[in-house]
């Protein structure tokens, strides 16, 4: 009998080695259609109840107001469900092979979303951006403030008939940064500060409120419209984590 019979024997049958499949070129494809597909699911489920959250907080919080202990805990809270939000907001961008919005808010605004609006809507925007603009930003923040300036302009085309707008990004200090969109058409002659009608500007409000900051909106009949986010240092605030993802 052979070294080898008696090892079979002594251990029982031992299975046939498997050959693995080659990884051909449709493996990176299907890599990038499960990166995409977890990037969905991440997004629809998990960033959009963690907003969810973070806004029932902000409702809680109002009615705490007369509570200074309340509110400090609260306001703890609210801080790591933006920390984490900023986290999955990178994720998301790696995941879908994208470099995000953290390091080039600006660039997507002056070479996207800007040409975009002109060219659909035949109005004349400019952009003005303090030189002491942040060189980056929480990712969550850059996906908001670029959506604030977006339904801003559409509104300003489509309610407004407006010709000219222009954006500013101010740096007013280490807390403080605003956003304006300006525009020079009819205004909105039903506007109630209180109660703003059109879920676009509801929209605003929230994603401003989000960050921690507040929206107001200053309309005349023929004056045009002044839409102003005002963002404090909750919305600056973020440790950036090492890429996860190198494949």
């Known amino acids: 009998m052979s070294a080898a019979s008696a090892h079979e024997l002594a251990l029982g049958p031992i299975a046939p080695l498997v050959p693995l499949p080659r990884v051909e070129s449709g493996g990176v494809s299907d890599r990038r259609k499960i990166k995409e597909a977890l990037a969905r699911e991440l997004h629809d489920q998990l960033a959009q109840n963690m907003t969810s959250l973070l806004v029932q907080t902000q409702v809680f919080a109002q009615d705490q107001r007369d509570r200074p202990d309340v509110l400090a805990e609260v306001g703890f809270v609210q801080t790591s469900i933006r920390e984490m939000l900023n986290n999955l907001r990178q994720i998301l961008c790696e995941l879908r092979d994208q470099p995000g919005l953290s390091k080039g808010l600006v660039q997507a605004i002056r070479e996207g ?52 707008a222009q954006v500013a990004l101010r740096y007013v200090s280490e807390k403080v940064i605003v956003i304006s969109v300006s525009d020079n058409g009819c205004g909105i002659a039903w506007l109630d500060e209180d109660k703003p009608i059109g879920m676009g500007l509801l929209g605003m409000r929230e994603r401003a409120a989000i960050l921690g900051g507040a929206l107001t909106i200053r309309s005349r009949p023929r004056g045009g419209t002044t839409i102003t986010a005002r963002l404090n240092k909750e919305a600056l605030s973020w440790s950036p984590k090492p890429a996860l993802f190198a494949f």
Not at 117 to 126: C, D, H, L, Q
Not at 129 to 140: E, F, H, K, M, N
């Open 113 to 164: 979303l800007i040409p975009g609006v002109e060219v659909r809507a035949g109005i004349k925007v400019r952009l003005w951006v303090s030189r002491a603009w942040p060189s980056s930003l929480p990712p969550d923040t850059s996906v908001h403030i670029y959506r604030i300036i977006q339904e801003a302009l559409t509104n300003a085309c489509k309610h407004g008939a407006a010709t000219k």
